[in-house]
């Protein structure tokens, strides 16, 4: 981790850490930051234009996303893939500071940050993906979002998921990288704009295991809208080589077949949200009752 001198102020020479990181990895000017966020302090109705939810709030809507890097690590051991970041740190006394990093360049008015231990890291994603918005009937409304933008109300983004069952009857599950959460996760996303439920599936295969897959192997099992998304869920009963899995090295690191015995207990480990869980059971309900028909 490098360090260069950074300090940028506004026309009355005051300056904020949290206005400079602002300014340095989106590329704007003082004044242009520092409105946005007194917007939004006054949107949510805050003490304070540099507030932990207005800064998170300023974060969403420019299509940013937290990493966890654990306790106890200091800034100058950081270990990030290229690319721009924030980081909340402090003294663990009274110094709180926020600080921006580009390309394992760390910015700063002083090389003393560079002590500070990490609280958050809010990373800057590069691609805007555009979305189709649904209905609560999952018909599509011609209407779009971008990734990271609030969706208005009435209006649902798709999520799609696949159960990949082997012939062992052990569902594929992926673990995700840690500036993803590292947590373990269900093959599936959002489809793209313009492309249906079924082809956004088999583009989150591709993408996320490398595998190519048609329409005739997969079967929707469940689908519904709850409120927040609407969903499709699908299965795939294939015996997948895990030697042929190619996984996108930046989002996950492993991928793993797993008994539903092994998914319960990690549930109760806190290992795994109960939700995935929930979905696979749901898949063997429909399996079961498909042979019973």
Request: net charge negative.
């Amino acid at each position: 981790m490098k360090y260069e001198y950074f300090y940028i102020e506004d026309s009355n020479n005051k300056s904020n850490c949290v206005v400079r990181s602002l300014c340095e990895i989106f590329n704007l000017s003082y004044e242009e930051v520092y409105n946005e966020l007194c917007n939004i302090q006054k949107e949510l109705n805050t003490n304070s234009y540099v507030d932990i939810e207005v800064f998170e709030k300023y974060m969403n809507n420019h299509n940013t996303y937290i990493i966890d890097y654990g306790k106890d690590m200091k800034v100058k051991d950081l270990k990030l893939d290229k690319g721009s970041y924030i980081v909340f740190c402090y003294d663990k006394k009274d110094w709180y500071h926020m600080i921006p990093i580009i390309d394992n360049t760390i910015y700063d008015k002083s090389d003393e940050c560079m002590e500070l231990y990490v609280i958050k890291i809010y990373m800057k994603d590069y691609i805007r993906e555009e979305r189709d918005l649904y209905n609560s009937n999952l018909e599509k409304t011609g209407k779009t979002y971008f990734k990271g933008e609030e969706i208005p109300e009435g209006y649902y983004p798709m999520v799609v998921m696949v159960a990949i069952e082997n012939f062992k009857g052990e569902f594929l599950m992926q673990k995700r990288s840690p500036r993803k959460g590292g947590d373990w996760g269900i093959t599936g996303g959002h489809p793209k704009k313009g492309e249906s439920p079924i082809e956004g599936i088999i583009t989150e295969v591709k993408e996320e295991l490398g595998l190519d897959i048609e329409e005739k192997d997969v079967v929707e099992f469940a689908s519904g809208c709850d409120g927040r998304d609407c969903y499709k869920m699908y299965y795939m009963n294939k015996d997948i080589d895990l030697n042929d899995v190619v996984i996108q090295e930046e989002e996950l690191t492993e991928v793993k077949y797993f008994t539903m015995k092994e998914l319960e207990e990690m549930v109760k480990k806190n290992e795994l949200n109960k939700d995935q869980v929930a979905f696979f059971k749901k898949c063997k309900d429909y399996i079961k009752n498909k042979k019973e028909i």
